[in-house]
């Protein structure tokens, strides 16, 4: 139960102000990522205004140590030292003053050289279009104001070559959803995308003939708004990454067991292994932890990673139309199965018993596949027992919950909701066990005290799959000055109050926190981090990092 090697600094940092100030808010970072090996600087803001944080200068506070950060001489601005391992990929920072922590903001550390928009907007078309200098890259732009796009040319020389772009917009907390269009030379739109990962674009287009393309970014506000027009604001920055080099869409299967090496192939564009699939090798020996993992054994032009699981899985038999002449299959179930063909339906068959809690998950949209997969379960009469589709608009794959409602055989059935298929359309389908667990969540992802005052923390405990035994919610490792005596969660779960004390003589400044829920779970000790849910659509999703500050006393007090 210890924090992030990142509080090992051990000691608050401290502040000489006494005045009070105004926790920072923050709506985006811009530029909102760097290529690793490098310094760059960006700047902080609202969607309205640049930010003037009181008490300046503040700190940015990253989650991985990779990251080093000094405050600019200007009030908003920071530079960052990115260090040449850095891992690549989105991660989150906070600005901290004296009185507290903004929410934290992703920043994405990139492999490939780097370009920022100039400050005069492009009014989208070609004729106004910033150039790319050179292939792999990324684009750092902002649609600043209602109405405008972006665009960008690109030189292209080699034809029969796929030109892959792929924007992070929305996953940086922008609020729009944004649109990608690729014009050919002669100004025609050639290809288009709207949501791929989640609301964010990805476009792949084959080249047929050399020349200047024009890719050209823009959105509309959201969540949208009662008119339809292109939205922007100064917190709508977007990454666009460029490339006519190896880009992988998808992995088979799309699911690895953590702790195994495993083969997998690689599909998408400008890979060695065309349709056939290009060999690669998933390492996930070390990820006890992780949800994701890189692949190895094929270069690659962007930052792919497989989904992780504690399920070893099984490729599906076909034909499979006719579940119940195979039998039904042994729980805990996890399939890597293909929608081969369109309207295929892919059916198993599971034995389970009156009152039995499953889970039933399919990954598809969201490890790369085109399928929007639907999922069904019939009991052994055929009735319907639960269905499910997207579970939100951000995850677009289907996640539920059942309960057998007597003895049997049971269908689960994989389709596409739109009756799609073919080679490329691979999901996971994982069905298994609900068994009694716990999960916490915290209401706010900082939290404020005073010298010789109190602060109290919400975090709700939700108990599932019929868990009874005791709970307790506890801090890890507070520094010296701060105390919280564990508290015990209610029977049926629910809202649990933390209290967290500070000495009169407890020194000001901040430093980050975990809230743990502890018990047991399937007879065994367990103790799962509290973790705060960011907004929809970000990536990450949710941090388990929160931050405390120790304020200074205020003037004449």
Known sequence: MRLHPLAAVAALALWSTVARAAAPTVDYLYPAGGQRGTTVTFSVGTAKTDTKIDGWPARAVGDLPGLAFEAGKENGTFSV????????????????????????????????????????????????????????TVVNGRLGKNGESDAWTIDVTEPGRWLVAELTCRRLGAPIDPLLQLLDPDGTVVAFDHDTFGLDPLLAYRVTRPGRYTLVVAGFAHPPAADVRFGGSKAAVYRLSVTTGPYARYAFPAVVQRGTKAPVKLFGWNLPGGDTGTPAEVDATGSADADTAAVTGTPLDHNFRVRLSD???????????????????????????????????????????KGLRLATAVHARSIGSPADAVVTV????????????????????????WTAPADGTYVVAVSDLKRAGG??????????????????????????????????????????????????????DLPPGLSAAPAEVPAKGGATTLTIKAAADAKPGGMPLRLFVVGEADGKPVERAATFALEAGLVPAATAELWVTVTAATKGK
Do not use: C, M
């Not at 198993?348 to 018993?353: E, G, I």
């Open 423 to 476: 080679f490329g359309h691979g999901y996971r389908l994982e069905v298994a066990e609900r068994p009694p667990s716990f999960a916490g969540t915290v209401d706010a992802h900082a939290v404020a005290v005073a010298p010789g005052k109190s602060a109290d923390v919400k975090v709700t405990v939700a108990r599932t799959g019929g868990h009874a035994g005791p709970l307790k919610v506890v801090a890890a």
């Open 378 to 401: 019939t009991g052994p009469g055929g009735a319907e027992v639960a269905r499910g589709d997207d579970e939100s608009a951000d995850r677009p794959d289907p996640k539920i919950e």
């Open 311 to 353: 399920l070893p899985g099984v490729p599906e038999s076909e034909p499979n139309d006719d579940p119940a002449a195979a039998g039904p299959l042994k729980l805990p179930l996890a399939i890597d199965g293909r929608l081969d063909r369109p309207g295929d339906a892919d059916r198993f068959a599971v034995a389970a018993r």
């Open 81 to 136: 030292a990115i260090a040449p391992d850095a891992a690549v990929g989105p991660h989150l920072v906070r600005i901290v003053n004296a009185d507290g922590s903004s929410v934290p903001r992703t920043y994405v550390v990139g492999p490939h050289a780097e370009q920022v928009e100039p400050e005069k907007p492009t009014k989208g078309s070609a004729e106004t279009a910033y150039a790319i200098a050179k292939l792999p």
